[in-house]
């Protein structure tokens, strides 16, 4: 066997010992149907002895009735176990093989090519470092060889190596090679591979594999197993950010308490400062329990137990960080998916999310596009099939701590299951900027185009006021839930438009239900909420018509964003008060009893802040006063400022 050392006949225990230290590389073959992805692994195990004598004159022996060799050995059957892939001569399960070498440990998987078998490719390439990407010298770069190249730019992988498989089959033409990785170039310089290799191959033969090939010496680079065992990818790891997602409590007696778990990122040492989300409770880390007894010191991927200095409350779900180092916490987000599954993704059902070890409820509230992996194009879609890729909006049921994809593969990652059958049916990768950033930058740009320039129009302002006898203007009705304010603006709806007034009620949460269907309830998608609406009654005022706008709109920031989309000369703010006892008794959907048990995150008022106005133009007690007597109040408020006669 190639890992075969002196050590084994003189000192066992040193060679276990040097084996254990051994690094790790875990790589996958992926590309299109017959690249011969199957064949090159199996010669990779044949070539570096890594296979018994017994498995082997199996082998020969199946080659004679599966083969595809003419009876010769096939290399291929050495992955390809399943009846019906050694019947139909390709690859449709991932096969996982391990071998080794006298300088690292392998772990392979063998994708299948078929377009319809892309799910199983995906999850083979979850958890690689390194891909190689195989192409047919005859047939070059193909549909399904672009497919998977994406697939391993979204999931991470930095290392690739594009193998020219079957140089025989072409004559070992340099000319065809070098052909081959313009055209392959050109495609994926869209794409994020930052480490891209090329080797020749023929690897039924054993070309290129683990020995050079003397029928190629215009290649002069490193044969494929020289470079698996040479590729640097100690710095692929984070060991900035420390993650321990908790698995478990383990409390085996009244002496001992720690939380289990494999560390996603980062490194802990005994003594560092920790603390516990949500709660942020911070402690001390007093020991690192392990496999092997207490350790000063651990990292990712380890599974280790942290007993703690202080007794903090932690539970599975809860996950360990530095204090000054932490993960984003939200229940919205962007998302690329990769459907797994033939009944179709649809927005707005409710889906169980599986991140690192929680399980939480939620849906995917928007379908943003559809990626074609052929030209790269983004088109839109109302929906998500088998193996289709799109990048979409999600919104939980409650909080989660998590990182983008590309700084933590643990914590950035996801799988969708089905509530009714229980079969995951999607798989997610955190985006690195998100709607709710997007959404901030919306406003940001709005600054520096600048908002207010007036729609051209042949009907001049003087002219609209003239029409309608009356200023335009928008009023905002803010307050928490149950202070009535759509009922309020609805009524003085009515009182403006008996007196011949041109008005309109904007509701914010029958926005949500139309223009703003794919918001949330986070702050972003709130202040989101709020700017959208602010340019819809921003063109009803420069149509002369007076607005009545009723949100909750619960930060002072945002509302003064509003007031310059819209214009401070025609903004008002009427703050909508009452007890807490009253604002209750008007919650007909229970959202005040489900906030206050943890059901409703970033409910304004319970588990969001809520800040009232500085200088509201009016304030009304609705907890004292009628909705008649409120409604009079704007009216006569709108009177005095000469927004109306």
């Excluded at 992996?373 to 409650?398: F, W, Y």
């Excluded at 928490?480 to 011949?500: N, Q």
Aim: proline residues 4%.
């Amino acid at each position: 066997m190639s890992h075969q050392s002196d050590l084994i006949a003189k000192d066992i225990l040193a060679y276990l010992e040097q084996h254990e230290r051994k690094e790790l590389l875990r790589f996958i073959t992926c590309g299109s149907v017959d690249d011969g992805k199957s064949t090159l692994i199996g010669r990779l195990l044949y070539d570096s002895k890594m296979l018994y004598e017994d498995h082997l004159a199996q082998l020969e022996s199946e080659s004679k009735v599966h083969g595809t060799t003419g009876g010769a050995f096939d290399p291929a059957l050495v992955t390809d176990g399943l009846r019906a892939e050694r019947e139909q001569g390709i690859t449709i399960d991932v096969a996982y093989r391990y071998f080794s070498t006298a300088k690292r440990k392998f772990i392979i998987a063998d994708t299948p090519g078929h377009e319809q078998y892309t799910r199983n490719m995906a999850t083979g390439a979850s958890t690689a470092d390194l891909a190689i990407i195989l192409i047919d010298a005859r047939h070059g770069v193909l549909t399904q060889t672009k497919r998977h190249s994406f697939i391993v730019s979204l999931l991470g992988i930095r290392h690739v190596v594009v193998t020219i498989n079957k140089m025989d089959l072409v004559g070992y033409s340099q000319e065809r090679f070098d052909e081959i990785c313009a055209e392959y170039k050109e495609f994926v310089s869209r794409l994020d591979l930052p480490d891209l290799h090329f080797i020749p191959l023929a690897a039924l033969h054993g070309e290129n594999v683990v020995d050079p090939s003397s029928n190629m010496p215009w290649y002069r680079g490193s044969t494929l197993m020289s470079f698996l065992e040479s590729v640097y990818i100690g710095s692929d790891r984070n060991l900035e950010d420390f993650r321990l997602p908790i698995q478990y409590v383990n409390r085996p007696n009244l002496d001992f308490r720690g939380f289990c778990g494999t560390i996603a990122s980062g490194i802990v040492r005994q003594g560092d400062e920790i603390m516990v989300l949500p709660s942020k409770r911070t402690s001390r880390v007093k020991r690192i329990v392990t496999f092997d007894g207490d350790q000063s010191e651990a990292f990712c991927p380890q599974s280790v137990t942290l007993v703690l200095e202080d007794e903090v409350d932690c539970s599975r779900g809860d996950m360990i960080v530095r204090p000054g180092n932490v993960p984003r916490v939200g229940n919205s987000f962007d998302a690329t998916i990769v459907w797994l599954t033939a009944d179709a993704m649809i927005p707005g059902k409710t889906y169980l999310f599986k991140h690192t070890s929680q399980t939480v409820a939620g849906q995917i509230d928007s379908l943003r596009y559809r990626v074609d992996v052929n030209t790269l194009h983004r088109n839109p879609a109302p929906d998500l099939q088998l193996n289709e890729i799109g990048r979409c909006s999600i919104t939980l049921n409650q909080p989660v701590f998590y990182d983008s994809y590309r700084r933590n593969r643990t914590t950035g990652a996801f799988i969708i299951i089905d509530r009714i059958t229980n079969a995951t049916v999607g798989a997610g990768m955190i985006s690195d900027r998100d709607a709710a950033r997007q959404r901030i930058a919306a406003w940001e740009a709005e600054e520096k185009i600048g908002s207010r320039e007036q729609h051209r129009s042949d009907v001049s302002p003087a002219e609209r006021t003239a029409r309608f006898g009356q200023q335009p203007a928008t009023v905002l009705l803010t307050g928490l839930t149950g202070t009535g304010k759509s009922t309020i603006s609805r009524a003085v709806e009515r009182l403006l438009f008996d007196r011949g007034r041109a008005v309109t009620v904007l509701d914010g949460e029958l926005m949500r239900r139309g223009v703003n269907v794919d918001l949330g309830y986070s702050t972003e998608d709130r202040s989101e909420n709020l700017r959208r609406s602010a340019h819809i009654a921003k063109l009803f005022n420069d149509s002369g018509l007076i607005c009545l706008a009723a949100f909750v709109a619960p930060s002072q920031s945002v509302r003064d964003r509003v007031a310059d989309v819209v214009g401070r000369e025609r903004f008002f703010v009427v703050h909508c008060t009452a007890d807490e006892a009253t604002r209750k008794s008007r919650d007909t959907k229970g959202h005040y009893a489900d906030a206050e048990k943890g059901k409703l995150p970033n409910f304004p008022g319970v588990s969001a802040i809520y800040e009232a106005p500085e200088k509201p133009d009016l304030v009304v007690d609705t907890g004292t006063m009628t909705v008649d007597e409120s409604a009079e109040a704007i009216v006569q408020f709108l009177i005095t400022k000469g927004i109306i006669r």
